[in-house]
C-alpha cells in the first residue's frame, strides 16, 4: 500500500475514530487532491480528501466551505481536519453529478436549482476578504492559451498581426470583467463541480478557489460549461431570467438586460480562453489527456459569441482559420 494512502486509512482510524471501514477511490480531479469514500458498517459513507501539502493547500478548501456553507450553499461538511498533514474527513455528496444527469428532460430542473443556489451565494456571501479577481489575474488565465495551447499544443507561431489581435481582445475583456458588480465567484460552477442531491440540490464542490469577481462568471461557467452545450436561444433566455431575479435582488441596479447579456458573452470568451489552456496544459504538464476532447466545443463557444460582438471577430476568426484546423490535424 502507497505510503500516502495507508497514513491517510490510519488517521481516519486512529484521529478520526471511525470504526472498521472500507475505503475505495471516489473521484477524479484536475489537481493533486485525491478523494475516497469510507463506508461504514452501516452503510453510511463518508469522503475522506487528501491533499498533499506540498502541492495542495487545505485552508482556502476549508474556509471557503464555511463561507459557502453560511451563504446557503450545500457545500460539504468538514467533520474532521488535519491541515498539517493535508486531510480531510466530508460530508458525502454522492456520485451522481450534473454531468451524468443532464438531459433535456432534467436541464430546466437543475438549472433552476443551481441558479437559485448561485443566487444565494452573490447575495449572501461576504467578499472583503476574498482575493481579487484582477487584471493581472484574468490576464494570465488568458495566457494559458498562448502559451499551452497555441505554443505547447499546437505549436503555433504567432505573427505580429496575430499578436496585436490577441492583445487588443484579451483588453477588451479584462475591461469587461472589471465593469461588473463584484460578488463570491466559485470560479468552476459548472456540471462537474455540482453533485445531484436529495436535499438542497445541488451539493457544491472544488470550490478553495473561490474569488471576488465579476458577476457573470459562475453563471457562464454554469450556462456554457465547457462539458456539455444547449442551443443559444435557451442559454439566452436562462440569461434573461438570471438578469431579473438578480435585479430583484438589488445585485444589477441600473443595469438592464442587454448590457448583462454583453457582459456574460464577453466572461465566456475570458472563462473559454483560459479553459482551452488549462486542457491543453493538463495533457503535457500533467499526463492527462481526457481533457483535450472538450477543447472544440470550448472554442466553438468564442466563434458564437464573435458572430453577434464585434469586439471579439477577429479572435473568433483566427480560432476559425488557424486553431481549430490545426487541432484537427492533431486529431
Not at 470550490?207 to 462568471?217: E, M, N, R, S, W
Not at 475570458?270 to 476532447?293: C, E, S, T, V
Amino acid at each position: 500500500m502507497p505510503q500516502r494512502l495507508q497514513q491517510l486509512e490510519q488517521w481516519l482510524a486512529r484521529s478520526c475514530r471511525l470504526p472498521e471501514f472500507a475505503l475505495a477511490p471516489a473521484s477524479a480531479d484536475a489537481s493533486f487532491r485525491r478523494y475516497f469514500r469510507a463506508t461504514l458498517p452501516d452503510g453510511n459513507t463518508l469522503i475522506a480528501m487528501d491533499a498533499p501539502p506540498d502541492k495542495e493547500d487545505c485552508r482556502p478548501f476549508v474556509a471557503v466551505a464555511e463561507r459557502m456553507r453560511n451563504a446557503g450553499l450545500h457545500a460539504p461538511q468538514i467533520f474532521e481536519q488535519d491541515l498539517a498533514r493535508g486531510f480531510l474527513l466530508l460530508e458525502d455528496l454522492g456520485s451522481r453529478s450534473y454531468l451524468a444527469a443532464l438531459i433535456p428532460e432534467t436541464v430546466e430542473s437543475l438549472y433552476r436549482d443551481a441558479l437559485a443556489a448561485l443566487l444565494r451565494l452573490q447575495t449572501n456571501a461576504p467578499v472583503a476578504d476574498l482575493p481579487r479577481y484582477d487584471r493581472d489575474l484574468l490576464a494570465r488565465e488568458m495566457g494559458l492559451f498562448t502559451d499551452w495551447l497555441l505554443g505547447e499544443h499546437l505549436g503555433l507561431t504567432v505573427s505580429g498581426e496575430e499578436q496585436a489581435t490577441l492583445a487588443a481582445t484579451f483588453e477588451l475583456l479584462i475591461d469587461n470583467a472589471l465593469a461588473q458588480p463584484m460578488v463570491c465567484v466559485h470560479r468552476d460552477y459548472h456540471s462537474r463541480n455540482l453533485m445531484v442531491v436529495g436535499v438542497d440540490n445541488p451539493g457544491v464542490i472544488d470550490f478553495q478557489d473561490a474569488v471576488a469577481g465579476p458577476i457573470t462568471y459562475d453563471l457562464v461557467s454554469l450556462l456554457r460549461d465547457c462539458y456539455v452545450a444547449w442551443p443559444g436561444a435557451q442559454v439566452d433566455a436562462w440569461v434573461e431570467g438570471y438578469h431579473r431575479q438578480a435585479q430583484a435582488a438589488g445585485l444589477l441596479e441600473g443595469v438592464d438586460a442587454a448590457t448583462f447579456l454583453a457582459w456574460f458573452d464577453l466572461m465566456g470568451v475570458q472563462r473559454h480562453l483560459k479553459a482551452a489552456g488549462i486542457f491543453a496544459r493538463l495533457n503535457h504538464r500533467d499526463g492527462k489527456a481526457g481533457y483535450l476532447a472538450d477543447i472544440p466545443r470550448t472554442l466553438g463557444y468564442i466563434l458564437e459569441v464573435g458572430q453577434r460582438r464585434a469586439g471579439v471577430s477577429a479572435l473568433a476568426g483566427y480560432i476559425a482559420g488557424q486553431v481549430l484546423p490545426r487541432l484537427a490535424d492533431r486529431d
